[in-house]
């Protein structure tokens, strides 16, 4: 079973990876984080190589050493690391920079593919679509993202998206924690 998760994990991080390409260049990958704040002067590590060692170099960023992680970075970059270095990345600001890094993608991905032309176009000026999603995280999370109790999980992640259909335009996106009943 775990096994497959591994299998099911690897597939979605590819996927990921395969539109995160083509819709970021490495000088639009800075500027986000120039505006996050994870990038406040030139280092040894660009945004962008960070960006590869947690998304693209089939490593688990949560589950791995500090070690580790700067050999793959070492070894797919050629940039040494310290762990310390390393440690210090991964802050609020480093969610922040991912976070924001995710919602572009989903914003340009939604925007590009998924215009729908309707006949319902000259009956109506806005079709606005609002949904969400919630799943449970690892119990270690339930201090960022605490979950609704009960019988659930104690942690929770609820993803809420609302789309205009006629436009393409994501209105708006959040992540939170799933709510407290």
Do not use: H
Not at 32 to 39: H, I, K, L, Q, Y
């Amino acid at each position: 079973m775990t096994e497959r998760k591994n299998l099911k994990l690897e597939e979605d991080i590819k996927i990921f990876s395969d539109e995160l390409k083509p819709c970021f260049s490495k000088d639009e990958i800075e500027q986000v984080a120039r505006e996050t704040g994870f990038v406040k002067r030139k280092s040894k590590t660009r945004a962008w190589e960070f960006v590869c060692l947690c998304c693209f170099m089939d490593v688990e960023v949560a589950n791995n050493t500090l070690v580790t992680l700067c050999t793959k970075l070492s070894e797919k970059t050629g940039i040494l690391v310290s762990s310390q270095a390393l440690d210090q990345r991964l802050n609020e600001r480093c969610v922040k920079f991912l976070k924001k890094i995710f919602e572009k993608l989903l914003r340009q991905t939604i925007t590009n593919n998924t215009r729908i032309p309707s006949m319902c176009d000259e009956y109506f000026k806005r079709i606005r679509i609002l949904d969400s999603t919630a799943f449970q995280v690892p119990e270690s999370y339930k201090d960022i993202y605490p979950g609704s109790g009960g019988c659930s999980q104690a942690s929770g992640v609820k993803i809420q998206l609302e789309y205009e259909l006629k436009s393409g335009n994501l209105l708006n996106i959040q992540v939170g924690s799933s709510p407290q009943k």
